[in-house]
């Protein structure tokens, strides 16, 4: 799997959007990028993944570059609940994996403040 | 999205008793699970994984002995922690694979399991 950097800590205010980013310089043609998310005393939860064009769903859309070396994850509309660490994940797909764990990183520590 | 479950969610145990936790699949059929352990402001880190019917895979710094997977069924895993100690206390995270949803999404966690050992 690519290495990724990420943040240690990032702060937004409720309402507003929360934007994300994450390197991945080494990412290969078949890797895609993944986000998962992971609130205090819980399991991950997977919010979104992609692989060149840019996706959106009901949680939250990814932007990643032309080059793909970087990505940003965003949450429209940041709420207390989203208060969180968020992953990102460079991997190829689960159906080429065979049986490989995901792995995770030290991710960056989402604080929305009220 | 499929959902896991463990169980118990948390639990309090004295030095050198062995701890049981179980791992369900309750809408689908997991081929394997994933076993995780995760220290106070610390990232998830894989112990094992676990294929139905065969011996877990442990990964390297865990002990196979301590540790003890059992996968009997497609749908239940468990994790037993044996003649626990106080630095076993951790949070644990079970996962499963399923190889029926999109690609995408394969992989399921659990809500986790709070161990402290007194």
């Known amino acids: 799997d690519a290495k990724t950097t990420q943040p240690p800590s990032m702060d937004c205010a409720e309402g507003r959007a929360a934007n994300l980013p994450c390197n991945h310089s080494t990412i290969s043609g078949n890797e895609y990028v993944y986000w998962y998310r992971q609130i205090h005393s819980q399991g991950p939860q997977y919010i979104i993944h992609?692989?060149?064009n840019n996706e959106t769903n009901e949680m939250a859309s990814l932007i990643i570059t032309e080059d793909r070396k970087s990505s940003t994850l965003i949450l429209p509309h940041a709420t207390l609940r989203d208060t969180a660490v968020y992953y990102c994940?460079?991997?190829?797909?689960?159906?080429?994996?065979?049986?490989?764990?995901?792995?995770f990183g030290s991710g960056t520590r989402l604080q929305v403040q009220p | 999205g499929a959902v896991v479950s463990q169980h118990p969610s948390w639990v309090i145990c004295k030095s050198g008793t062995s701890v049981k936790i179980e791992c369900r699949s309750l809408?689908?059929?997991?081929?394997?699970m994933f076993w995780y352990r995760q220290f106070p402001k610390q990232s998830l880190m894989l112990m094992a994984t676990s294929n139905e019917g065969s011996k877990a895979t442990y990964e390297q710094g865990v002990e196979k002995d301590k540790f003890l997977i059992n996968h009997a069924s497609l749908t239940l895993s468990t994790l037993t922690v044996t003649s626990a100690h106080p630095e076993d206390s951790s949070f644990y995270i079970c996962?499963?694979?399923?190889?029926?949803?999109?690609?995408?999404?394969?992989?399921?966690f659990g809500p986790g399991t709070r161990l402290t050992v007194l």
């Open positions: 994940i460079v991997r190829v797909a689960f159906m080429d994996t065979g049986r490989r764990a995901l792995t």
């Open positions: 996962s499963a694979r399923s190889s029926g949803h999109a690609h995408y999404n394969e992989q399921f």
């Open positions: 992609g692989l060149k």
């Open positions: 809408d689908f059929q997991a081929t394997t």
